[in-house]
């Protein structure tokens, strides 16, 4: 390596064009300081030293493995014990298509190449199951829910549109759980979506119901949840009511009861949507329950929320328990709407939530008490669960197991970049509100748990955060725990960059040098980070490292995987990432693929990987 190496600064090489820097004998042509040019051969991904000696050891020795041997691979090897004859010869026939574009009576068995590449498509070979396997019967309180905050943004919170595409784009990817703000409008029967008192430009509530409608159970039949941050006027409650029954029809669910003892499972909920907000004002006074402390000069009601969002801790302030956005903004005074309005709004309005947000009084102990006689979602900041996790970890976790906890960005985060989530899943908290369009690691950490359980949205949380012992006592989040299990992972290579970037786009003078980090993401005890070796100038990266983590709490952790190229005079170069839920990981030898920083896919890039539990 000389000592032009990964200089970023150095003039950029010639344009580049399929026929100059590609020449006839696969290799890329740079452009040395416009002086000369060096050329690098491609090389292409071979098997690695494991996978030839599975081919030989299921094929008998032989040149070719037939369908029967495959099975027995993915039996013996992979862990697929439910892999029929039918499975293997189906796969065969899928793979000899792809390679050499023959038809099942030309070829019934592969060789190694045909394996080999069987064992990097990732559709036919993925690193995760892709079924639904969690009991989907139990209440909804006892799931992670894969939850969006403002879910209508395209950007910042503070001056982005607002637009239905990204709640399209959201149910598209999993997402169950769709915020939307509602205002009035000018008009007089206009009920817009915004973030209130902001520069975001609004869109009507309608078209958001109807992509809601349109979109719901494009990627998963599970029920979608609307939670409404509500700051309008008993008559436009009412026009809510209207839109929504009108919009979605028998997809709409709500209990006959006022309400719940306990709430309905997903699966009984499949293919509906429902709604959570607190109930219409008048409905909360005819109950007993008054609202509290002073309007602010925005006329809103100034709550321990508005604090938060400035930064000013409050620690016996009534807590609000409806959605808001991460500016915090309360609900408008409804003290001189019309009663006779009220009264016909608020019944129509109420009758549709589901999910009751209340408004319990006190400090955060008496917030988390678990009512005998109903359930009910409380929402807290991220600034609030740590505080609630520092003094009241084992009341949070009391409170998961029958009722709904919902977190929020705090109010400073302005670019949409959101929370560590761990936090709120060890403390059983079901609704994690993330700024989808906040990309981020904190983002593909999110993007990586809902991977599990086929994507569905739902996840069963783990058992210990549903038991009671013999006394009442529930899981204590600080309480160290063993190792119950570890987990082997294997780096074997790495191909497909050649395809999805320019030949210069990772460095202007010779092929990348790409390195690949493993990350454990989860309880404390259980995190840890490991790096391969640097291979250089090479498109199809071979490292062959084996790296072994011990596991306290599996059920919670994630495989954090990304691919950096190294740059000597500058920041790396990224390569691609994913995420992956641990317990849903297949064993075996895998094709994982990776995804931009957004969280797409990458068309061709992926890991030849191995994972084995101990």
Not at 463 to 485: A, I, M, R
Request: charged residues 25%; glycine residues 6%.
């Amino acid at each position: 390596m000389g000592s032009y190496k990964k200089d970023k600064h150095r003039p950029s090489p010639l344009p580049e064009s399929s026929n100059s820097n590609k020449d006839e004998m696969g290799s890329y042509n740079y452009k040395m300081f416009n002086l000369f040019n060096r050329k690098f051969k491609i090389t292409e991904a071979e098997p690695p030293k494991d996978v030839k000696q599975l081919f030989s050891k299921f094929s008998n020795g032989g040149s070719h493995m037939t369908a029967d041997q495959l099975r027995r691979f993915l039996v013996l090897h992979q862990d697929e014990l439910d892999c029929t004859l039918a499975d293997a010869q189906k796969i065969v026939e899928e793979v000899i298509n792809r390679r050499h574009h023959l038809t099942r009576y030309s070829r019934h068995s592969l060789n190694l190449d045909d394996f080999f590449h069987f064992l990097l498509y990732d559709d036919l070979n993925g690193p995760i199951t892709s079924q639904v396997h969690n009991d989907m019967t139990a209440p909804l309180a006892q799931y992670f829910i894969y939850t969006g905050h403002n879910s209508y943004l395209t950007g910042n919170q503070l001056s982005s549109d607002c637009s239905e595409v990204p709640i399209v784009k959201a149910l598209q990817r999993g997402v169950r759980v769709i915020e939307l703000d509602l205002w009035p409008g000018s008009a007089k029967d206009e009920i817009l979506v915004l973030h209130g008192r902001t520069l975001t430009t609004p869109v009507p509530l309608i078209k958001c119901l109807k992509s809601i409608r349109d979109y719901a159970f494009a990627s998963s039949p599970y029920p979608v949840i609307i939670t409404l941050e509500d700051h309008l006027t008993p008559e436009l409650q009412a026009k809510v009511a209207e839109m929504v029954t009108q919009t979605f029809g028998g997809m709409l669910y709500y209990p006959e009861s006022d309400s719940l003892l306990q709430f309905p499972s997903p699966e009984s909920l499949k293919h509906r949507i429902i709604i959570s907000t607190k109930p219409p004002k008048e409905y909360l006074e005819s109950s007993g329950i008054k609202r509290k402390g002073p309007l602010s000069p925005g006329g809103r009601n100034s709550s321990e929320e508005d604090d938060e969002a400035s930064g000013i801790p409050c620690h016996t302030a009534e807590l609000e328990a409806d959605d808001r956005s991460d500016s915090d903004q309360d609900d408008v005074d409804l003290t001189d709407c019309d009663n006779k309005s009220g009264q016909l709004g608020a019944p129509a309005y109420k009758r549709l939530i589901t999910i009751h947000a209340g408004k319990p009084k006190g400090c955060l102990k008496d917030a988390l008490k678990v009512a005998a006689d109903k359930v009910r979602r409380l929402s807290l900041s991220e600034q609030e669960l740590e505080k609630a996790a520092a003094t009241n970890g084992t009341d949070v976790v009391r409170f998961t197991q029958n009722n709904i906890l919902r977190i929020y960005p705090k109010g400073t985060r302005i670019t949409s970049s959101n929370y560590k989530p761990l936090v709120g899943w060890m403390h059983g908290a079901q609704m994690i509100a993330f700024n989808m369009q906040g990309y981020g690691k904190s983002l593909w950490l999110m993007h990586g748990m809902f991977r599990a359980n086929g994507g569905c949205g739902y996840l069963k949380k783990p058992d210990f955060l549903l038991e009671k012992g013999p006394n009442n006592e529930v899981f204590d989040p600080k309480t160290k725990l063993p190792v119950t299990k570890t987990l082997n992972v294997k780096v074997y290579l790495g191909d497909g960059w050649r395809l999805d970037f320019s030949h210069t786009h990772f460095d202007s003078y010779s092929p990348p040098d790409f390195y690949t980090k493993v990350y454990i993401v989860g309880v404390p005890a259980d995190a840890a980070k490991r790096k391969t070796k640097i291979i250089e100038d090479n498109w199809s990266p071979a490292w062959n490292e084996e790296f072994t983590f011990p596991l306290t709490v599996p059920e919670l952790a994630l495989l954090r995987v990304e691919v950096q190229e190294y740059d000597m005079s500058d920041k790396d170069d990224f390569g691609g990432q994913t995420c992956l839920p641990v317990l849903d990981l297949r064993p075996g030898i895998r094709s994982v693929p990776l995804h931009d920083k957004k969280g797409e896919k990458l068309k061709n890039v992926r890991l030849l990987m191995g994972f084995q539990f101990v």
